[in-house]
């Protein structure tokens, strides 16, 4: 069973910049794809980002790309999304998710992953 923890959301004003960080308990983190996902009211739970086990390979959602970047460190049992340029549309809880099956990163559906955190809620004002 793994847990995951999500930190570091907060009200940020448009233009800025936030770390989101989720760390796990597990003793397998390094095996397996990790992913963020945000939900905004009213809105399904969108793909934001995910990274291989290796943290080689890293997939980003188009309304994302060239702002954010997600990384992870193995040894910290961490993946990290770090927002910049940051839009009132960005808005949402961001969850971070594991994923067993696929340690490539390329899963995109929030259905293919195991695992999720709590959510850290992200405010962008205009």
């Known amino acids: 069973q793994e847990q995951l923890v999500e930190s570091g959301g907060g009200l940020v004003e448009a233009g800025g910049s936030l770390r989101l960080s989720c760390a796990a308990s597990g003793h397998t983190f390094a095996s397996y794809a990790m992913g963020w996902f945000r939900q905004a009211p009213e809105k399904k739970r969108a793909f934001v980002a995910a990274?291989?086990?290796?943290?080689?390979?890293?997939f980003y959602a188009e309304s994302v790309k060239g702002r954010f970047t997600i990384s992870r460190d193995n040894a910290k049992n961490s993946v990290y999304l770090q927002m910049n340029s940051l839009k009132p549309e960005d808005t949402a809880v961001y969850y971070c998710?594991?994923?067993?099956?696929?340690?490539?990163?390329?899963?995109?559906?929030?259905?293919?992953?195991?695992?999720w955190g709590q959510g850290t809620q992200v405010t962008v004002s205009s």
């Open positions: 990274i291989s086990w290796s943290g080689g390979s890293t």
């Open positions: 998710a594991a994923e067993l099956d696929n340690p490539w990163g390329t899963s995109y559906r929030s259905s293919e992953y195991d695992y």
